[in-house]
């Protein structure tokens, strides 16, 4: 026994008459004798047990197999959640539950910003994913926010204005995902607010005072927000991205101060930072417009005639 291991030993003791047998399958084992072993005569037993191994072996590969074909799943059960969550925004503020669609929308904006990194680590993009994405998106920054809006602000006071000024944003909303599906991908800026930052301006003005009376000055205060958000998002006007935003250059003091204050007015006021937040990113956009048209007529001035 000389060179054997234990399995090894333990399989050729039990010999007797298996005249079907096929050596090959002690291939993978090392020594020389239980090579040799292998022309012997082995038990049905020994023979049972090589197969379940086998079988087994192949069992888990043919697991993994199959769940690697079914990866696609995973993001696109994260956009599931993402629509869910504008399906209930607008279920909670159709019954006059603010605070919840508040919270509703920004969980949806969370899932959307995890649905494509999950996609693109697993290797489970596909035209399917981009288009069902989409789709979500529609319920949770277009139609979820102009639901919210309409009864915050109109139900009671300006019935049918609010329908169309409303109905304006979701249109909006629909025709600036779509944008986004055919555009070139840039992934420093975008063409037009996007849709989760619309929202979450909708979201937040609506947080800042979910119980308000009925007024006029309500209705022109919800027509103007949605009006504008509406407008920036089908504008040419490029945003930052989030997710490559970089702070560098002289002015980097200055940034991390600024994120530092907004950081600490969230944690001492949550609905003043977050309508802060959502309010300077939305103005983000024309403030930036402005400053490179101020730059161009500077350049152009220089210039010597």
């Not at 004798?33 to 192949?58: G, S, V, W």
């Not at 789709?135 to 109109?154: E, N, R």
């Amino acid at each position: 026994t000389g060179g054997m291991n234990g399995y090894e030993l333990g399989a050729v003791q039990v010999q007797v008459q298996a005249k079907s047998f096929d050596p090959g399958l002690f291939s993978n084992f090392p020594s020389a004798l239980f090579q040799r072993a292998c022309h012997m005569r082995y038990t049905p037993c020994l023979m049972d047990t090589l197969t379940r191994i086998e079988k087994k072996r192949l069992t888990r590969e043919a697991i993994k197999e199959r769940l690697y074909r079914r990866r696609y799943l995973v993001p696109n059960a994260v956009t599931v959640g993402n629509m869910f969550c504008g399906f209930l925004a607008i279920m909670y503020a159709a019954t006059g539950r603010f605070e919840n669609a508040v919270i509703a929308i920004f969980l949806a904006i969370l899932l959307d910003g995890l649905d494509g990194r999950m996609a693109r680590r697993l290797n489970a993009t596909s035209k399917f994913g981009v288009e069902f994405d989409s789709f979500s998106d529609l319920i949770s920054f277009g139609v979820a926010p102009a639901v919210m809006m309409y009864h915050w602000a109109f139900h009671a006071t300006a019935d049918k204005f609010g329908v169309w000024v409303t109905f304006i944003y979701a249109v909006c909303a629909a025709g600036r995902l779509a944008r986004f599906n055919i555009a070139q991908e840039n992934l420093k800026s975008f063409t037009g607010l996007p849709s989760p930052g619309a929202a979450a301006a909708v979201a937040a003005v609506v947080y800042f005072k979910p119980l308000v009376e009925p007024s006029f000055q309500l209705v022109i205060i919800g027509a103007a927000v949605m009006v504008s958000l509406g407008y920036l998002m089908v504008s040419r006007i490029e945003f930052i991205s989030v997710k490559m935003f970089k702070i560098s250059g002289a002015r980097r003091v200055t940034a991390w101060v600024t994120i530092a204050a907004l950081i600490a007015l969230v944690y001492a006021d949550p609905k003043t930072g977050l309508l802060a937040i959502t309010v300077l990113y939305a103005l983000s956009g024309p403030i930036g417009l402005l400053r490179k048209k101020k730059k161009v007529e500077e350049a152009g001035q220089k210039v010597p005639s």
